[in-house]
């Protein structure tokens, strides 16, 4: 028994990459992984109440306490929840948060968010996956990543994360999806570890023929750096401290190693508990 133990603890530890095994912060730049305050936590969750992307809690009894509101059914859910044979089980293969936690959007739509490092392998291993999931997701269900922020090199990366994400918008940067894959691939296949802003810089002129200019203006903007401190906080109410983590809107948080160390099973996962918030 104890030799079984060991080997599923081995398999686990396999499939995420803790904080603890975040890479290393540049030689100029002590690698710190960040604790942040209440009164950081606070002065973040004001400033996040002015932007459009604000926080929204999500709670169970308040949305049964509301007759007014409609709940959110997928299209996959058929059957009332009390008839269904739920193929995954609390506790097993998923935690559920209490309270329930904020969201990056509103409540019309039932969020999954993955929470990732661009430095991650597994991260990088998943992508597949989690990309051929989100094409082909409900569409009641919002899907947005968070990258994690634990010490100054994977803080760095996420600002890439967040430019990337704004420029895209704009339409500055035409395929996201294609820019992201050359990302991991300098990193994980060049062995471009992007550890200062001007190497960071020379990525986005090659891969999506951004200016000096349009970088430079997104990487310092507000919106950005508001980004970076939203996602400072969902890290730290979703007690993530692994990656590739999944957390289903504000309530269930999961990864591929509570799935069984199985990527497709952890997207049944994913769809599985979309389907219980849908039918609250």
């Not at 401290?241 to 996962?269: H, I, Q």
């Amino acid at each position: 028994m104890k030799k079984l133990i060991w080997i599923f603890a081995l398999l686990y530890a396999l499939s995420a990459c803790s904080k603890e095994e975040a890479a290393p912060a540049p030689a100029d730049t002590p690698a710190v992984v960040e604790e942040q305050s209440d009164e950081v936590t606070d002065a973040a969750g004001e400033t996040a109440a002015t932007t459009d992307e604000t926080l929204e809690v999500v709670e169970e009894s308040a949305a049964e306490a509301e007759p007014a509101d409609e709940a959110i059914v997928l299209a996959v859910a058929e059957t009332p929840a009390v008839a269904r044979e739920w193929q995954f089980k609390e506790g097993q293969h998923y935690v559920r948060m209490v309270p329930t936690q904020p969201t990056v959007g509103g409540a019309d739509k039932i969020e999954v968010a993955e929470f990732f490092m661009y430095s991650c392998p597994h991260c990088y291993d998943m992508e597949p996956f989690i990309n051929e999931w989100a094409a082909n997701k409900d569409p009641n269900v919002r899907f947005v990543r968070v990258p994690a922020t634990w010490n100054s090199l994977v803080r760095l990366h996420a600002q890439l994360y967040y430019t990337e994400e704004v420029l895209a918008r704009n339409g500055v940067i035409k395929d996201q999806d294609a820019f992201r894959e050359s990302i991991f691939q300098e990193y994980h296949r060049r062995g471009n570890r992007m550890t200062s802003k001007d190497a960071i810089q020379k990525l986005f002129a090659r891969f999506g023929s951004v200016s000096a200019e349009d970088f430079e203006r997104t990487w310092n903007s507000f919106e950005v750096n508001q980004k970076l401190r939203v996602a400072g906080d969902l890290q730290r109410r979703y007690s993530i401290s692994s990656v590739p983590a999944v957390v289903v809107n504000g309530k269930y948080r999961t990864d591929a190693g509570m799935a069984g160390n199985s990527y497709p099973k952890l997207m049944e996962l994913i769809d599985e508990l979309t389907v219980r918030e849908g039918l609250r």
